[in-house]
């Protein structure tokens, strides 16, 4: 059995820089004909003038004859001028703005502690420069259960947000529980959507701690019940608009995993269009799988759907146990077990 669909974009990406971006790019660039690239990096793309830099990077770290494009992010902060959305517009490389409550996820120490107090002038900007603002959806308030973060954070930021500035196109990224799914849906279409990862739609959180610690399944946010991975299989599945594919592919070296403080981050980028029609064949919607890889993302953001194909092989492959390095290791994601779809660029 074959699919040929529209080939697909990755509307939520890591590449990391130096060794570790030589390293995963490729894999990226293989599956993928553009990305948003996250800026969470040391120090992190906060202006226009780094973006342009680091889109260089990977440019230069492109296999030869690729024709992969990353489309670039900024990091919100709390000292985020107007005037460098203005740039960012204006330099046709960044496409979005990042939102990293301070000390959410990996690298987000820098990222913004009062949203409404000393954000709204950039956002209101950001309006006037049709340039979405990407959301990591979780408070972190040390009283709130992790469990409940995304929840309470749709409650206390994003829909006083949205509320207050209805034309701010926002994108919920990498949601994971059926509160996300509901906001997202009780929301103007076109205005807000929301990016899902592989791993929220395949794991629950059974999988962080099933033989032992799993820390390999761990990321942020972390993985959720049973009934809200449901949920995110009925939402993509279900030919809404409103979701498109982001990975959130995120790598780290194995030694920075399996330690006493192991990072968040789950490295799916080889494996990711294998899963997702995975799931989608579960449920019968293999029909409906192309929108959500390779026209919702473009359409929200204005940008032309991608003319070239890919195919989807129902043919079996067993995921590599690792990806091996001069710097070290790289444990993907369902490492050493056999998948059922493997794609190819046409």
């Known amino acids: 059995m074959e699919l040929t669909i529209t080939r697909p974009d990755d509307w939520h990406l890591h590449l990391r820089?130096?060794?570790l971006l030589q390293a995963v790019v490729p894999h990226s660039a293989s599956h993928f004909g553009r990305g948003i690239v996250m800026p969470n990096l040391k120090p992190p793309v906060t202006t226009t003038a780094a973006a342009v830099a680091y889109r260089q990077s990977i440019l230069k770290a492109l296999p030869s004859g690729s024709d992969f494009t990353p489309l670039m992010t900024l990091y919100l902060t709390d000292t985020t001028s107007p005037k460098?959305?203005?740039?960012?517009?204006?330099?046709?490389?960044?496409?979005?703005?990042k939102l990293y409550p301070a000390g959410a996820t990996t690298n987000s120490q820098d990222g913004v502690t009062d949203l409404f107090g000393k954000?709204?002038?950039?956002l209101e900007e950001m309006v006037e420069q049709n340039m979405p603002l990407l959301v990591h959806g979780e408070v972190t308030d040390p009283d709130v259960d992790v469990f409940d973060r995304?929840?309470?954070?749709?409650d206390s930021v994003l829909q006083p947000l949205i509320k207050r500035l209805p034309q701010l196109k926002v994108v919920m990224e990498h949601i994971t529980t059926m509160d996300a799914v509901k906001f997202v849906q009780s929301c103007e279409e076109g205005s807000v959507a929301a990016t899902v990862t592989p791993q929220h739609l395949l794991l629950n959180r059974n999988a962080l701690f099933q033989g032992g610690m799993q820390p390999h399944n761990y990321c942020l946010p972390v993985l959720k019940r049973e009934i809200h991975r449901q949920a995110l299989v009925s939402a993509v599945t279900s030919g809404s608009k409103r979701f498109f594919l982001g990975t959130d592919s995120a790598p780290h070296e194995k030694r920075r995993k399996e330690c006493p403080c192991g990072c968040a981050g789950i490295y799916s980028a080889p494996v990711a269009l294998s899963l997702y029609a995975k799931v989608f064949e579960e449920v019968g919607a293999l029909d409906k799988l192309e929108a959500f890889t390779s026209f919702n993302g473009p359409d929200f953001y204005g940008l032309p759907r991608n003319t070239s194909k890919t195919k989807l092989s129902r043919t079996s492959w067993k995921v590599p146990a690792c990806f091996s390095f001069p710097f070290g290791d790289i444990i993907p994601m369902f490492a050493g077990e056999t998948l059922e779809w493997q794609s190819s660029f046409n």
């Open 17 to 19: 820089d130096g060794e």
């Open 84 to 97: 460098e959305i203005k740039l960012a517009r204006k330099s046709g490389v960044v496409y979005a703005v």
């Open 119 to 122: 954000c709204l002038p950039v």
């Open 150 to 154: 995304e929840k309470v954070f749709i």
